[in-house]
């Protein structure tokens, strides 16, 4: 038989903490969770932008340094997700143009500047229309053809995807056990009460 005097001191015990005061502990750890998790995915940005800038300023050296930062950074942190990652525009528009003035020039000139003089104005970055574009001035040419299946242009060099944890050990991740914790708290509580009162009232129907 149930100890109606245990039940109602287990039921005491469980009421001394408020549900509301863990509701409102709760607010407050999710709040702070989420400026750590804000702070994790301004410091993705910071460093894919440091990519960005080393690649424009067109030093190999440091934009391989800033990727593996940005690497690093992204492996080891949650809410960094990078979408479809980071492209080297410019050292792609680099390397392709010096790809292409390699090539051979024909009786009809440097087609490839040709091209660039047509599709340049248009497209301010690369893209699948830039290429697209260049390709198609190439082909207005005898020798165009030949030279679009000898140049190799490797995009996936230049295409950079890091994939950021679920968890991590940061303060961002520990500040969402912390969460979790609370909840389970909570519902513990819920719970708890529940059974301890349907024992209790199963105690005083056999009195």
Known sequence: MVDKKQVRQNIGKLQRI????????????CFVSAIFWRLNSVGMVERREAVYTADKAGDNKITQSRLYDLQRYVSSH???????????????????QLLYSKATIGPNGNIYKKAQDVCA????????????CTITELDKYPSGENLNKTVNLPLGS???????????????????????VILIMIFCRFIGVII???L????????
Not at 18 to 28: C, E, F, P, Y
Not at 200 to 207: G, V
Request: aromatic share 14%; proline share 4%.
């Open 158 to 180: 230049y295409l950079h995807v890091y994939v950021s944890p679920l968890w991590s050990p940061d303060f961002a991740g520990w500040s969402a056990v912390v969460c979790v």
């Open 196 to 198: 301890l009162k349907v």
């Open 78 to 96: 949650m809410n960094t997700n990078m979408g479809k990652g980071i492209f080297l525009n410019e050292a792609y528009k680099r390397d392709q």
């Open 121 to 132: 104005p248009q497209y301010t970055s690369w893209s699948t229309a830039y290429v697209q």
């Open 200 to 207: 209790l009232r199963k105690h005083k129907n056999r009195i």
């Open 18 to 29: 408020k549900t509301w005061q863990l509701v409102v502990l709760l607010i407050l750890a």
